[in-house]
């Protein structure tokens, strides 16, 4: 007679043994959701394509994913889904069922993505494997780690005492902090992440800084009194990327004297798909400004492109825990607006070309202003473009660190 926890243990086993056994000898990047693409699914496609280019057979390991990570990409690679129970006990039995079995096959060390990784090798009891954390527990809103008792003194948003809330924090810090000591080594994109995770599981991680692509030159200069001026977004619409802000700011510049249309004909366009679709669209038009406004939802690189060559200003004013868009930006000649708060400010200080905001609706509306002034004048073309690490670079640094090249 089987019991329930043996048939779950025969689906978990079934489900990795179902994964191709080639995936089992070659270079695994572990991710456990694939829900969005976002940040860290940029840096993995970055590190695929090197990988590919190096002709390095390789896969990207996940339990599921609802989007088709491969549409993002122009060469081959496999995504293996584990797909195991939707169930953290089974999460974790199904990746320690797939490491042992690709060590069995002689692959070299896993490397896992984020916190959400790190949970689900603590968890899994697992070892010989890198940890690249994209986000700390401070700037990822959902995680409950942040919670628990042994570290409430580090974040001080934490006052209230939810015993049950802050059992269950406890419990998935000491995971996390497991999944984190654990790993070979841990490799972080910022000095600020590489303090706050100093503090929270005493480790010191690898600073690797991500890197963008540099495109061809354009003349920026423009005629604020004749030329149409696009400001751009381009993001998830979910709150924690504040592109409500930009539409209060440009809101407040429209109610100035004189109103920003008169001395520059702008719109905004926004790129991206999310939660808040609709209600930045009803909050355009309740500002005003919705003639001025164009959401593009999500487009294929090709339109993207598009849109970016006829850009004169990226506007970013979410706190990230490092910043890629901004490089992005950056890398196609088009100066940014954005937190002084996010990481990438470590290697975008000093220049003309990115003016830094601080946390209100009403420093981005003066930055946005001044960004726009500079555009009209020689101050952006006389200023050299911020030298930053390109993306190749990052991932020929990542995979010497992992010991693949």
């Not at 329930?4 to 695994?28: F, G, M, P």
């Not at 090798?121 to 697992?126: D, M, N, T």
């Not at 930006?329 to 100066?335: K, N, V």
Request: a positive charge.
């Amino acid at each position: 007679m089987i019991n329930s926890d043996q048939a779950l243990s025969y689906r978990i086993i079934e489900s990795v043994r179902n994964t191709k056994r080639a995936a089992l000898s070659q270079i695994s990047i572990f991710t456990p959701f694939i829900h969005a693409f976002g940040g860290a699914e940029r840096l993995i496609l970055a590190l695929s394509q090197h990988l590919h280019e190096q002709n390095l057979p390789h896969g990207i390991v996940c339990f599921r994913q609802t989007i088709n990570l491969k549409s993002y990409a122009d060469w081959p690679f496999e995504v293996h889904q584990l797909s195991p129970p939707r169930h953290p006990l089974a999460e974790g039995r199904a990746l320690r069922w797939y490491v042992r079995q690709s060590h069995q096959a002689g692959s070299p060390p896993l490397l896992i993505f984020d916190l959400k990784g790190a949970f689900y090798a603590g968890l899994a009891s697992i070892s010989d494997y890198y940890l690249h954390l994209t986000d700390p527990p401070s700037l990822l809103p959902l995680d409950i780690s942040k919670k628990g008792f042994s570290v409430r003194r580090l974040y001080s948003q934490n006052h209230s005492m939810d015993l049950f809330g802050a059992t269950r924090g406890e419990i998935v810090h000491r995971i996390n902090r497991r999944g984190v000591r654990k790993a070979k080594s841990v490799i972080v994109m910022t000095d600020r992440i590489s303090k706050e995770l100093q503090a929270l599981y005493s480790v010191k991680p690898q600073i690797i800084h991500p890197g963008g692509r540099i495109r061809q030159t354009r003349n920026l200069k423009c005629n604020l009194d004749t030329d149409r001026i696009h400001i751009l977004s381009v993001c998830r619409l979910e709150l924690s990327k504040r592109v409500d802000w930009i539409l209060y700011a440009l809101a407040k510049l429209e109610s100035s004297d004189p109103p920003l249309s008169q001395r520059a004909n702008w719109v905004l366009d926004i790129v991206g798909e999310g939660t808040q679709s609709e209600s930045l669209k009803r909050l355009a038009s309740q500002l005003g400004i919705s003639s001025r406004t164009v959401f593009h939802n999500y487009m294929p690189d090709n339109d993207l492109e598009q849109i970016y060559s006829a850009a004169h200003l990226f506007v970013m004013p979410a706190v990230q825990g490092y910043g890629l868009p901004a490089l992005e930006a950056l890398g196609r000649h088009l100066p940014v607006v954005m937190s002084k708060e996010s990481g990438v400010v470590e290697v975008l200080s000093g220049t003309k070309w990115v003016d830094f905001i601080d946390d209100n609706v009403e420093s981005l509306a003066v930055s946005i202003d001044r960004m726009l002034d500079r555009l009209s004048d020689d101050g952006l073309q006389l200023s050299k473009l911020p030298t930053f690490p390109t993306e190749p670079e990052w991932a020929q640094r990542i995979c010497r660190f992992c010991g693949w090249l």
